[in-house]
């Protein structure tokens, strides 16, 4: 299959060069984290928080163990953990450090493989090379119309999550995300095989199987999509293959939830049309009487009043998050396919879910379903531009599309990640304290509890100590050791009662 990629991409040089650049864009996100700088470690956008994470939790599953890493004593739940657990079998193996494969090594691999996989899924669909390339060019540099909002109301591009998800630029800041989005693409690339091996049928059910343990979005997105894909299939051919994936698929997912998230609980919340009302908020659209008559009129029983101030919010929802991938729904065709039941099961499944649900303990985190319609949404418009430019026999379309799309990506960069001076570091001093604590016998780490305060008031002076910046999980990650109590944030998102270790603590 690589030698395929390959043979792809030396017959189309123009593919190479925007994959690199594509590659190149996600990567600068996380490759200036973790390495020293003359102030200490530093870490840009997210990374003081997401990357540490994972970094810590690695580095437990590389121990062998299955504890929780900052809640010290406690099993893992509520989470998953294919990716984390990859990067403690490359740490293991290599002996390289977890956070030099994390930061600088797993980046350009996983966004070149992005690049590769879409451009052989759209080549091998719809039999044009152009397609494929705008298809990749979409899903590297996909943005939102955020940047018009803040250039409109502060003359200052911005505004990636202006509309509530991040866009194309910060995939690898969330690396189980873009794991999760090579094995998509594997899966689909398999599964539109025509005929398809009982070999291949196998490989696709074991991909397909093992996405939700990378991320549980992913995979019941995947598994939604097969089933629709299947019916379809059985309905209009009378054939069962699809079914048959989606069974198999179904029971490694299954088994594998039973064996590695025992004791786990439904973290759904029935709260709909929760991110509709935020979008009006003032570090977002900042239209509070819109915000305000929604709820009101949701609660005074003014339901036509309502279904209008709902449709117009999910109209602004979709269409500035789209920004320039609107030019999807020039793809629609009559004549249907298989990958396309596929594709837009899963779109309107993945736009349905965080408009109904939330999540207990991070309430937006739903929206990562979301994800998954920008990114099939951005394989689409790819196709939908060319079918575009050849309806209107304008060359000009592709300039403006250029154009209007490239903002978000350009200013996220920008002004967030190109700075030589990043929000959050661990100083140099602190790193020798934190190495001496990994020099120690085994044994669990007691830390201050996270002081909010504390952090609000150093805001406007960084780069800021990480014990000032957001709870993490930053002395089991540099310690290799579980730590009594760290990293709050993703202790809620995981289900567990920390509080009154807090208290404690803080008595102790």
Same mark, same amino acid.
């Given at each position: 299959?690589?030698?395929?990629?390959?043979?792809?991409?030396?017959? %189309?040089?123009?593919?190479?060069?925007?994959?690199?650049?594509?590659?190149?864009?996600?990567?600068?996100?996380?490759?200036?984290?973790?390495?020293?700088?003359?102030?200490?470690?530093?870490?840009?956008?997210?990374?003081?928080?997401?990357?540490?994470?994972?970094?810590?939790?690695?580095?437990?599953?590389?121990?062998?163990?299955?504890?929780?890493?900052?809640?010290?004593?406690?099993?893992?739940?509520?989470?998953?953990?294919?990716?984390?657990?990859?990067?403690?079998?490359?740490?293991?193996?290599?002996?390289?450090?977890?956070?030099?494969?994390?930061?600088?090594?797993?980046?350009?691999?996983?966004?070149?493989?992005? !690049?590769?996989?879409?451009?052989?899924?759209?080549?091998?669909?719809?039999?044009?090379?152009?397609?494929?390339?705008?298809?990749?060019?979409?899903?590297?540099?996909?943005?939102?119309?955020?940047?018009?909002?803040?250039?409109?109301?502060?003359?200052?591009?911005?505004?990636?999550?202006?509309?509530?998800?991040?866009?194309?630029?910060?995939?690898?800041? %969330?690396?189980?995300?873009?794991?999760?989005?090579?094995?998509?693409?594997?899966?689909?690339?398999?599964?539109?095989?025509?005929?398809?091996?009982?070999?291949?049928?196998?490989?696709?059910?074991?991909?397909?199987?093992?996405?939700?343990?990378?991320?549980?979005?992913?995979?019941?997105?995947?598994?939604?999509?097969?089933?629709? &894909?299947?019916?379809?299939?059985?309905?209009?051919?009378?054939?069962?293959?699809?079914?048959?994936?989606?069974? !198999?698929?179904?029971?490694?997912?299954?088994?594998?939830?039973?064996?590695?998230?025992?004791?786990?609980?439904?973290?759904?919340?029935?709260?709909?049309?929760?991110?509709?009302?935020?979008?009006?908020?003032?570090?977002?659209?900042?239209?509070?009487?819109? !915000?305000?008559?929604?709820?009101?009129? @949701?609660?005074?029983?003014?339901?036509? +009043?309502?279904?209008? !101030?709902?449709?117009?919010?999910?109209?602004?929802?979709?269409?500035?998050?789209?920004?320039?991938?609107? &030019?999807?729904?020039?793809?629609? *065709?009559? @004549?249907?396919?298989?990958?396309?039941?596929?594709?837009?099961?899963?779109?309107?499944?993945?736009?349905?879910?965080?408009?109904?649900?939330?999540?207990?303990?991070?309430?937006?985190?739903?929206?990562?379903?979301?994800?998954?319609?920008?990114?099939?949404?951005?394989?689409?418009?790819?196709?939908?531009?060319?079918?575009?430019?050849?309806?209107?026999?304008? *060359?000009?379309?592709?300039?403006?599309?250029?154009?209007?799309?490239?903002?978000?990506?350009?200013?996220?960069?920008?002004?967030?990640?190109?700075?030589? @001076?990043?929000?959050? +570091?661990?100083?140099?001093?602190?790193?020798?304290?934190?190495?001496?604590?990994?020099?120690?016998?085994?044994?669990?780490?007691?830390?201050?509890?996270?002081?909010?305060?504390?952090?609000?008031?150093?805001?406007?002076?960084?780069?800021?100590?990480?014990?000032?910046?957001?709870?993490?999980?930053?002395? *089991?990650?540099?310690?290799?050791?579980?730590?009594?109590?760290?990293?709050?944030?993703?202790?809620?998102?995981?289900?567990?009662?920390?509080?009154? @270790?807090?208290?404690?603590?803080?008595?102790?």
């Amino acid at each position: 299959m690589l030698k395929k990629f390959l043979r792809l991409l030396a017959e %189309n040089k123009l593919a190479s060069l925007l994959i690199f650049l594509g590659s190149l864009s996600w990567s600068i996100p996380l490759v200036k984290s973790g390495i020293g700088y003359d102030f200490g470690v530093g870490f840009w956008g997210p990374n003081g928080h997401d990357g540490i994470w994972h970094i810590a939790l690695a580095n437990s599953l590389a121990r062998g163990s299955w504890e929780m890493p900052v809640f010290a004593g406690s099993f893992l739940q509520n989470y998953h953990i294919g990716f984390d657990l990859l990067l403690a079998l490359a740490a293991k193996i290599s002996g390289v450090s977890t956070s030099i494969i994390y930061f600088q090594i797993v980046p350009p691999v996983l966004a070149i493989l992005v !690049g590769l996989l879409t451009y052989r899924l759209v080549a091998t669909w719809k039999k044009s090379k152009k397609e494929a390339l705008w298809s990749v060019f979409f899903v590297y540099f996909g943005g939102s119309f955020g940047w018009l909002v803040t250039l409109l109301t502060s003359g200052q591009l911005g505004g990636e999550s202006v509309f509530w998800s991040q866009q194309a630029v910060s995939t690898l800041i %969330n690396p189980p995300y873009a794991l999760s989005l090579v094995l998509l693409l594997l899966g689909l690339i398999f599964l539109i095989k025509s005929p398809i091996t009982n070999h291949q049928s196998l490989i696709t059910i074991f991909i397909f199987g093992v996405l939700f343990e990378v991320k549980a979005y992913a995979g019941l997105l995947a598994l939604f999509g097969l089933f629709v &894909v299947g019916v379809y299939e059985f309905v209009k051919n009378r054939d069962i293959k699809v079914l048959k994936i989606f069974s !198999g698929s179904f029971a490694i997912t299954l088994s594998l939830y039973l064996f590695l998230n025992r004791g786990s609980q439904d973290l759904l919340v029935f709260q709909p049309f929760w991110f509709l009302e935020n979008l009006m908020s003032p570090d977002r659209l900042n239209w509070s009487k819109l !915000g305000e008559a929604l709820v009101n009129w @949701r609660l005074g029983g003014l339901y036509y +009043k309502s279904a209008f !101030g709902y449709v117009l919010a999910f109209i602004l929802f979709v269409f500035g998050n789209l920004g320039t991938r609107l &030019v999807s729904i020039f793809s629609l *065709s009559k @004549r249907i396919d298989l990958l396309s039941v596929f594709i837009w099961a899963v779109i309107l499944a993945g736009i349905t879910v965080p408009m109904v649900f939330l999540q207990k303990g991070t309430s937006w985190n739903t929206i990562q379903f979301f994800y998954y319609s920008l990114f099939l949404l951005a394989i689409l418009s790819g196709v939908g531009l060319v079918k575009l430019g050849k309806l209107l026999k304008v *060359s000009l379309v592709y300039a403006v599309v250029l154009l209007v799309t490239l903002p978000t990506t350009f200013s996220t960069l920008y002004y967030h990640y190109l700075p030589g @001076r990043p929000p959050a +570091k661990i100083s140099t001093e602190e790193l020798r304290a934190l190495d001496f604590l990994k020099d120690q016998p085994e044994g669990v780490v007691l830390t201050y509890p996270f002081d909010r305060e504390a952090a609000d008031a150093a805001v406007d002076n960084p780069p800021r100590p990480l014990y000032l910046y957001e709870s993490t999980a930053y002395v *089991s990650a540099y310690t290799d050791k579980p730590v009594f109590l760290e990293d709050e944030v993703n202790l809620d998102i995981t289900g567990y009662g920390w509080s009154t @270790r807090r208290e404690e603590i803080v008595r102790f």
